[in-house]
């Protein structure tokens, strides 16, 4: 199957900080990616919708200056959590869609821990 | 508002067995129905995806039903390995490939 990366696989950083991750499928290009967010035993949220090209597309209650979302190749999306709180600590997963003949797959990343102190 | 529920308990169950995990949902008409497998820490893997057309999937020792009526998808792992253990995750869609719902996932445990 297809493979997507994440880097870093885990950041603490310091409050007030802004921590980048980066989503790169290695092996196809994908024009669409998404971002999820995940607590520990909780389902994954979706953030946002990430388009080549264009600009990423928010789920309701997520703050678009708080969480950058960059896909400036079709191999790559980049999220930025700016100025970041405890409250922002999480599991961020990153997913890319792609082709298999007629049917479409999400393909997950292995995930970003970041621990914001 | 749209609501997907998993077993909210852990499954526990003999090497050997067959492990039965319930995805229910409300107040959605889904497309494609997904499952995947997440391990700790690790990202969630794409095991099956069955469509609102197709009643079951079946993929070596895997098997999904989808029943739209009940709105309830079954996934069934046949002579279960303690390698299976993990959480599993039902995810709904309306389009291929487009934005997922996720339930909340059911850890399954499978003793040697």
């Known amino acids: 199957g297809a493979v997507v990366s994440q880097h870093p696989s885990r950041v603490i950083c310091k409050s007030g900080t802004s921590v980048k991750i980066e989503c790169r499928s290695l092996?196809?290009?994908?024009?669409?990616m998404f971002w999820y967010r995940q607590f520990p035993k909780k389902s994954l949220m979706l953030m946002a919708t990430?388009?080549?090209?264009?600009?990423?597309?928010?789920e309701q209650g997520v703050e678009k200056d708080k969480f950058l979302i960059n896909h400036a190749s079709l191999t790559l999306s980049t999220l930025t959590v700016t100025s970041a709180h405890p409250e922002d600590s999480s599991f961020y997963i990153c997913?890319?869609?792609?082709?298999?003949?007629?049917?479409?797959?999400?393909?997950f990343g292995p995930g970003t821990r970041l621990l914001v102190l | 508002s749209q609501k997907i529920e998993q077993n909210s308990e852990a499954l526990n169950i003999q090497e050997g067995k067959t492990a039965t995990l319930t995805c229910n949902y409300t107040?959605?008409?889904?497309?494609?129905l997904q499952w995947y497998r997440q391990d700790p820490g690790r990202g969630p893997v794409f095991l099956l995806l069955?469509?609102?057309?197709?009643k079951e999937k079946r993929k070596e020792r895997l098997k999904v039903t989808f029943d739209t009526t009940l709105k309830q998808s079954l996934f069934h792992i046949t002579a279960s390995q303690p390698a299976d253990s993990a959480t599993y995750l039902c995810?709904?869609?309306?389009?291929?490939?487009?934005?997922?719902?996720f339930g909340q996932g059911t850890e399954l445990s499978v003793k040697p």
């Open positions: 997913s890319a869609r792609d082709f298999e003949g007629t049917q479409e797959t999400q393909y």
């Open positions: 092996d196809f290009q994908a024009t669409t």
């Open positions: 990430s388009n080549e090209g264009s600009k990423a597309t928010y």
């Open positions: 107040n959605y008409s889904p497309a494609y």
């Open positions: 069955i469509r609102e057309n197709e």
């Open positions: 995810a709904l869609a309306n389009n291929q490939g487009g934005k997922l719902i």
